[in-house]
């Protein structure tokens, strides 16, 4: 059986919402969920065009294809009527860059977003924010330096929220907590791919000394409910999933895909809070039954990631 990048029900769902006269526009296509948007489009009834920083060839799980830079000329001509949303500086830059220009490079592309969004033939934007936006607080209600990336998150939501009311297209605000997927970019940067990839050494190492919660959701499946839903109506997804504890998620990890791995963990500390990141409202299971998509579960995300690891040499 060939390894695919997306599941098969995830894609048909994708596809679904979608019309041979749509023209979807992907910004930020060449990171993880870029690159999960183009193995979604790939077979599709709709055209695309792919944009990042600088022109290149991206990866969509199967093969390559070109993306452009920003250029506002070549997007007017494309004429695009679905738009995903993907462009964003992750919190990882911010150490690497002065705080003054990670602000200034997000709140432009924040703009070019707003810009996109009231394109005449625009009839469905999906924007993808972060749980960060309103963990632990609205992000709109924080100081900027204390958390950029999480406040400017917010901030873009917002913006795109209240434009919603004076355009034509719908808007979907896509916010991810946890998610796990084939094509991440960069597995050590996630512990679910992370954990993956310890378990298969022989051994993982779980560095928090509090408690860990989280609840995942393949991304393509999230991507997937968000497109369907936006073609219907205005919204905020939250991603869900079952609710895990580090621990338990690697025992279940081993356990899963047949591994005798040690499992170690710092000592606990008797004053630190759990780290409880994941959302309480039920937007995710709602979204699921009214797009009629059964999302798969943990252990399926264990192992479909894994076999892409194992396939690709990951």
Excluded at 173 to 201: C, E, H, K, M, N
């Amino acid at each position: 059986m060939a390894v695919t990048a997306v599941r098969g029900e995830a894609r048909a769902l994708f596809h679904a919402a979608l019309s041979s006269s749509d023209r979807v526009l992907v910004t930020g296509a060449g990171g993880w969920f870029g690159s999960t948007v183009g193995a979604l489009l790939r077979g599709g009834p709709a055209a695309s065009m792919y944009v990042t920083q600088n022109p290149r060839p991206v990866h969509d799980g199967t093969g390559y294809v070109d993306a452009v830079g920003w250029d506002v000329q070549a997007i007017a001509v494309f004429d695009p009527t679905v738009l995903i949303d993907c462009a964003f500086v992750l919190r990882d830059h911010i150490a690497s860059m002065p705080l003054d220009r990670y602000v200034h490079i997000n709140a432009a592309l924040t703009s070019r977003l707003l810009r996109l969004a009231q394109l005449p033939h625009m009839r469905a934007v999906v924007s993808v924010s972060s749980g960060a936006s309103v963990h632990p607080t609205d992000g709109s209600r924080r100081e900027l330096d204390s958390d950029p990336y999480g406040v400017q998150k917010r901030l873009a939501e917002l913006a795109l929220l209240g434009l919603a009311d004076e355009i034509d297209a719908a808007v979907m605000i896509a916010r991810p907590w946890s998610l796990s997927g084939s094509l991440v970019t960069r597995p050590d940067r996630y512990a679910f791919s992370d954990l993956l990839v310890q378990a298969r050494s022989g051994e993982i190492s779980i560095r928090a000394d509090h408690e860990v919660w989280r609840r995942y959701v393949g991304v393509d499946d999230f991507f997937a409910v968000a497109l369907a839903g936006a073609v219907r109506s205005s919204g905020v997804l939250n991603s869900g999933g079952e609710l895990v504890e580090f621990g338990a998620l690697a025992e279940r990890i081993c356990g899963t895909l047949g591994v005798d791995a040690v499992i170690s963990r710092v000592p606990p500390s008797d004053d630190a809070p759990s780290d409880d990141y994941y959302s309480r409202d039920t937007s995710w299971d709602d979204a699921c039954r009214s797009t009629g998509l059964e999302p798969a579960d943990l252990d399926e995300q264990i192992i479909a990631v894994d076999r892409w690891f194992r396939a690709s040499g990951g």
